[in-house]
Each structure stands twice: as structure tokens, then as C-alpha cells.
């Protein structure tokens, strides 16, 4: 499976508005306060109940098997509203068994403006500076590629638009409880077509997302495992999307620190630098005549 479709089996890109209306069915209950509800419209309610969290913390670990054989780990804090904002570390990236050096990184989002510091660019920051500074409004006249989607890639962790997609499925069952990280927690187990899931999110977020799963995949299924506390917000998330070939990827997020205040400043002024043109073009600048 194309590791693209790994990561999009993990989450979606988060911003789109879905009304919700409770899912009726024959599944496992569980209560709920005064209620019962059945797993499908436990799974509802969790991704209302998490919609409403502006600030929270992941862990996220990707693996994929395969031509997409590897591991990615990576945390962060987050916080949704009223405006995108993050504070994440890339902590580990390995192939075929082999961790990449340099590979590790950090990014600082807020105000627009991104904030990376990683190894493997640092040849490519101008004066030798630790952090590159890139404003995202502003990227894709200067280097040609749009930064936006990729921060709107890093919203995939949205625990809200996770737990959205997944209202899609049609076999969600209850398992058990365990405890996650010290939490109390449901666990619920269940599968969902590419398609099926799309179909939870609005048109803008649907063709946004649609793009990050390969041609062809829209009856594939992902299979997943959500664990809730007892205020129905998900603790633990893993998923696992099966493509042709024998080959197919897992991703695992861990929730915590739901509705905590954090801070994310910018690194010091003279650690940022701007990328440094004469670095990715190896010194080659073309000249410019006046005037042109």
C-alpha cells in the first residue's frame, strides 16, 4: 500500500463542519451517564464531544509494510481554535529497519508563519542559522510549493475529524475497557470503506482528502480501534488501512491533555534564518538583469 493511504488512514485533514444525528443499530451498549448507547452511537458522540476540545496533545506513531516499509514517530500539542497553532517534535524516521540520520526535527506553527528546525535542511537556511522561517502565505510564490497543505496535513491528528470518519462504519462493536495512560477507557472495534468515510466529512474536506488515498481505493477498508474515556473523548486511536500486494501500514495515536492551556512561542530572532536559495540550487543562482 502506498504510504500516503497509511497516513490517511490515521485522520483527516480537520476544519469541515458535520452535523451528526445518533445512529441507531442492534450494537454493544455502553453506558453513558443515565443512558445507554450502542457502540455506533457511542462512536457519534465521542467525535461531537471531541469537536468541542480546542487544545490537546499526540503521539503518533506510522508504520507501513511493504514499498512502504518503515517508521515515522512523532508528538506534539495543538490547538484548534481560534486559529491553528502547534508546538511538534519529529522524533524518529526509520527504513527498512534503519533509523535516518538527521531525520529528527522540530516545528513551531503560529501567526502563519512556520518554524522548522531539522538537521537534513540545515545547508538550505541562509547565515548558517539553526531554524528556518517560512510564511506560509507567502511560499508558494517564493518556492513553488504550497506550505498550506502541508500544515493541513499536520491536522490529520485532529482527534474531531478522526473519530468522524470512522462514524461510517457499519460493524463497530464494543470489546472491552482497559486503561490507557492511566485513563479509564471503552474500546470499540469496527471497519470502514474509503468511501464510507469520505462520506462522514463536506464536500471541501471529502475532495481534500480523497486525493491522499490511492486511485481505486474507495472500497477498501480501513479497519480501526478507538478507545474513549468517560467523557467520551478518545484516548487512543489505532488504524490500519490493507491495499493490494500485501502491503498495508498502521497508525497509532495516543491522546492527552484535552482542554490545557500551553504556549508556543517563536524561536530567538538570531537563531531564524530564511531558506537559502543559494543552498538548494548548490551556489548556481541565476543572475537577474535590472530592470527585468
Keep these: ?3 500516503r493511504f497509511v497516513v490517511a488512514a490515521g485522520g483527516t485533514a480537520m476544519g469541515s463542519v458535520l452535523l451528526l444525528s445518533a445512529c441507531s443499530g442492534s450494537g454493544t451498549e455502553t453506558a453513558t451517564g443515565n443512558m445507554k448507547l450502542t457502540a455506533a452511537q457511542a462512536l457519534v458522540k465521542s467525535s461531537e464531544k471531541t469537536g468541542q476540545a480546542d487544545t490537546f496533545k499526540a503521539d503518533l506513531t506510522v508504520t507501513g509494510t511493504g514499498e512502504g516499509e518503515g517508521r515515522i514517530k512523532a508528538s506534539g500539542q495543538f490547538r484548534l481554535n481560534p486559529a491553528l497553532t ?4 519529529l522524533d524518529e524516521v526509520a527504513r527498512g529497519g534503519q533509523v535516518v540520520p538527521g531525520a529528527k526535527g522540530q516545528a513551531i506553527y503560529t501567526g502563519d508563519v512556520l518554524y522548522a528546525k531539522v538537521p537534513m535542511l540545515a545547508q538550505f537556511v541562509s547565515n548558517g542559522k539553526p531554524w528556518l522561517k517560512v510564511d506560509v502565505n507567502q511560499a508558494g510564490q517564493q518556492f ?16 474531531a475529524e478522526q473519530t468522524k470518519m470512522f462514524t461510517g462504519s457499519k460493524d463497530v462493536r464494543k ?9 479509564e477507557t471503552t474500546h470499540y472495534t469496527g471497519t470502514v470503506t474509503v468511501q464510507d468515510a469520505l462520506n462522514r466529512l463536506d464536500g471541501q474536506a471529502r475532495e481534500k482528502v480523497r486525493r491522499w ?3 481505486g481505493a474507495a472500497n477498501e477498508k480501513i479497519a480501526f480501534d478507538l478507545w474513549t474515556g468517560k467523557d467520551q473523548l478518545p484516548r487512543k486511536l489505532v488504524s490500519k488501512g490493507d491495499a493490494a500486494g500485501g502491503q498495508d501500514g498502521t497508525v497509532t495515536v495516543v491522546y492527552s491533555d484535552y482542554g490545557k492551556a500551553f504556549s508556543v512561542n517563536p524561536p530567538p530572532a538570531d537563531q531564524v534564518g530564511e531558506l537559502s536559495l543559494s543552498g538548494l540550487l548548490g551556489g548556481n543562482v541565476p543572475s537577474q538583469t535590472p530592470g527585468n
Excluded: C, H, Y
Design 86 to 89: 502547534f508546538s511538534a517534535r
Design 1 to 3: 500500500m502506498k504510504s
Design 175 to 183: 470489546v472491552g475497557t482497559e486503561t490507557i495512560d492511566g485513563v
Design 144 to 159: 513553488g510549493f504550497d506550505v498550506k497543505d502541508l500544515i493541513a496535513q499536520v491536522q490529520k491528528v485532529n482527534p
Design 213 to 215: 488515498f490511492p486511485q
